[in-house]
């Protein structure tokens, strides 16, 4: 606990709702600590839905009032407020390369956290592919800054590989549902209580057959001796039991998302030409399972 304690506590989020889904309790207790917390999210939030009438600005600001309101019931609980960033990358379309790198990496030199939580990019629960380009960012940035102007300690949340956890108390998962019930874009309150009992629950309660107790989990980035980070494993070198883990997440958390993000060039923002597949698997050639064939 006291490592969370009083310090400027950074959560990088892809989307509005990333919070309630992967990080919920870390933030509430960071936020009770009286921690400097500040959620940078990385998307514009605005084509995150089935409805076609919905999508571009009108999701946008509807998303962001969302949002607002979602951090109101994690404020009213602590006591304490929550400083927002929007980098306001087209949702979808978050992108890894020189720009968006130098930004995140500018972004944490100038505002110092002593600790930053994001999804974790290389043993992901969620593949969505902003998820994974908001986790690869967040890492480069760390590998490309000095120790001396990095954070104490980085988190991965979304992880499949956990090995640290936070005690959290099971009352708080109201103030969750509470929380999520205000991405009324996204969610029923049928829907966030399933999302609560099937999710958040069943993952707490396999931490308290690990550890004893209810908790929260995340995968710690570590460095070694010289401060260099370390790097994850090639797949090749992935032990057997990761690797059908990871293949098993890949094949069940990117369906729903794809149909989601076709976008026009004009919505892209000009003559920006785009193809979801071919995208994801560029960024890792564990893609190809699932596009082999197509």
């Given amino acids: 606990m006291s490592d969370l304690s009083k310090y400027t506590v950074m959560f990088f989020t892809p989307h509005a709702d990333d919070i309630e889904l992967g990080i919920p309790f870390m933030y509430l207790e960071s936020l009770r600590l009286g921690n400097k917390v500040i959620e940078v999210v990385m998307t514009n939030n605005a084509y995150g839905t089935e409805y076609d009438k919905l999508k571009g600005k009108r999701l946008e600001q509807i998303r962001i009032k969302e949002l607002d309101e979602a951090n109101r019931v994690f404020e009213k609980e602590s006591g304490n407020k929550v400083k927002v960033i929007r980098m306001d990358y087209i949702d979808g379309h978050l992108p890894l390369n020189t720009d968006s790198l130098n930004k995140v990496m500018n972004l944490i030199k100038k505002l110092k956290p002593a600790i930053i939580f994001a999804p974790d990019p290389w043993f ?7 998820h994974l380009n908001t986790g690869r960012l967040v890492y480069f940035s760390l590998k490309k800054l000095k120790p001396v102007s990095r954070p104490k300690r980085t988190f991965y949340y979304y992880s499949t590989k956990t090995h640290f956890y936070l005690k959290c108390q099971w009352r708080d ?3 969750v549902k509470k929380s999520l019930e205000k991405h009324k874009s996204q969610y029923s309150s049928f829907q966030s209580k399933l999302i609560i009992t099937f999710y958040n629950k069943l993952s707490i309660l396999r931490h308290l057959l690990e550890t004893k107790k209810t908790s929260e989990s995340v995968r710690e980035q570590k460095s070694s001796e010289d401060g260099k ?3 994850p ?3 090749d070198d992935m032990s057997f039991r990761d690797r059908v883990i990871y293949y098993l997440f890949s094949n069940t958390t990117i369906w729903g998302y794809v ?3 076709n976008l026009s060039p004009e919505q892209l923002g000009g003559s920006i030409t785009y193809n979801s597949k071919d995208l994801l698997k560029s960024l890792d050639k564990r893609y190809r399972y699932r596009y ?3």
Wanted: hydrophobic letters at 40%; proline letters at 5%; aromatic letters at 22%.
């Fill in 259 to 261: 149909k989601f993000y």
């Fill in 229 to 231: 980070l370390v790097s």
């Fill in 233 to 235: 494993p090639k797949f």
């Fill in 292 to 294: 082999q064939n197509n």
């Fill in 124 to 130: 992901a629960q969620d593949f969505h592919a902003d």
């Fill in 173 to 175: 998962f109201k103030i």
